[in-house]
């Protein structure tokens, strides 16, 4: 049977379209109106709510858990202070990645971890590996609930609740209370937009949910499901998890694999020379951005709105303006020769109705990788596949200055 999440209980009646999914062994509403766009708008105009309970969850502790972090992680935690946090990923011995996720520090030698994957195996054997003794591993995946309060007004719901969130910083976490449950408040999100998540014991997860939906009442406070969540995750360019990369461990070959260059994330390793740490697929990624191996870049697709226009009029209809989401594989040419020669392909595109333009997630050799390129994106319309005109572009596509600024600045941008 499958599992239901802390939050469940109030969620299962606002599902009006009584679709559920699957998330880990646990249920999960894809949409909880029939309109997923007037979802998305609640996290770009209001503020949104989702349940992200599902998501693996670690407590790693003890005198050797920095140590171990810093041998199994491509960022230093070392660098993470107390009350902060940090996305990352891990590799394998060969730089591919492994997965990604987010560390928070609760204390010196404290630290809870997310996945997207079952992890707790791997951390243990590796602990056994480097001979650690002095670091502890705890699922307390079924210990908490987590609810994500996205958008301009997240904020402004959640000062009515707590006083500790007015000075936290993006990536910044604070233990405080609601409604007189103990919680953890970071400054995170998978939206792109000014954002928390809360983590709550699980058996105070409804308690925390309805004081978050009074404070919430004058600001339109909105459940939403994975997919608004999925087309605000690809205007602010995060990557997912099976659809825009593979984990190494479950690949088959390595043209299903990818290093953290490949996929955009050099920013990680850009002090890799004050970096000591002889951390897991170091030397591998310190070749690959030496010897500029890396196969393809991943980057940003901006779709020609008039040529994607041109193409579905050619058909006799018009291209649709709203919820369209797609996560399927779409090949990519190269621009201007005459015969369709292949380049690479996208993962991720949906039609940003913020935007006013289909935008996707790809990957390009590095040649064509450079922002300003133009190629050819294959799209089908009416089960037929034609060509439109794609200009690579930086990620992310959209990005707010609330997300970062402190709120009571009051920017909405």
């Known amino acids: 049977m499958p599992k239901t999440t802390p939050f469940h209980k109030r969620l299962e009646p606002l599902n009006k379209t009584g679709i559920w999914k699957h998330w880990a062994g646990y249920l999960i509403a894809p949409r909880f109106q029939y309109s997923t766009t007037a979802e998305y708008y609640a996290i770009r105009n209001a503020v949104s709510l989702l349940d992200t309970s599902p998501l693996f969850k670690y407590r790693i502790s003890g005198a050797d858990s920095i140590r171990f972090l810093q041998s199994v992680m491509v960022r230093d935690v070392a660098q993470c202070e107390v009350g902060a946090a940090q996305y990352t990923c891990w590799c394998d011995t060969q730089g591919f990645v492994l997965q990604d996720g987010v560390i928070l520090r609760i204390a010196e030698d404290e630290f809870w971890v997310t996945s997207g994957e079952p992890s707790l195996h791997y951390f243990r054997a590796m602990a056994r590996q480097f001979r650690m003794e002095q670091v502890q591993f705890n699922d307390i995946t079924t210990t908490y609930g987590i609810l994500a309060v996205q958008g301009p007004h997240a904020y402004s719901v959640l000062a009515q609740l707590t006083s500790e969130i007015g000075e936290l910083g993006y990536f910044e976490l604070a233990e405080t209370t609601l409604n007189g449950c103990q919680v953890m408040i970071s400054r995170t999100g998978f939206t792109g937009d000014l954002g928390y998540e809360i983590w709550v014991e699980a058996g105070q997860a409804i308690r925390v949910w309805d004081s978050l939906i009074e404070a919430g009442e004058g600001y339109n406070i909105t459940p939403i499901g994975t997919t608004a969540l999925k087309m605000a995750r690809v205007e602010a360019g995060l990557l997912l998890l099976d659809v825009d990369f593979q984990s190494s461990r479950f690949a088959w070959v390595d043209a299903q694999r990818e290093t953290p260059i490949e996929l955009g994330w050099g920013w990680m390793i850009r002090n890799l020379k004050q970096d000591t740490r002889n951390f897991i697929g170091r030397e591998a990624i310190e070749e690959q951005r030496r010897s500029k191996t890396n196969r393809w870049t991943t980057v940003g ?113």
């Open 301 to 413: 697709l901006s779709v020609d709105w008039s040529d994607y226009e041109r193409v579905h009029s050619a058909s006799g209809i018009m291209p649709a303006k709203h919820d369209e989401y797609y996560e399927s594989t779409m090949s990519i040419y190269r621009r201007g020769e005459p015969q369709w020669n292949y380049a690479g392909y996208a993962t991720s595109f949906v039609y940003s109705s913020l935007l006013k333009k289909p935008i996707a997630i790809a990957k390009l050799p590095n040649d064509l990788a450079q922002p300003g390129t133009e190629v050819d994106l294959e799209i089908t319309v009416i089960r037929k596949p034609v060509n439109v005109l794609s200009t690579v572009q930086r990620m992310p596509f959209y990005n707010p200055s609330r997300k970062t600024l402190s709120p009571t600045e009051g920017s909405s941008s």
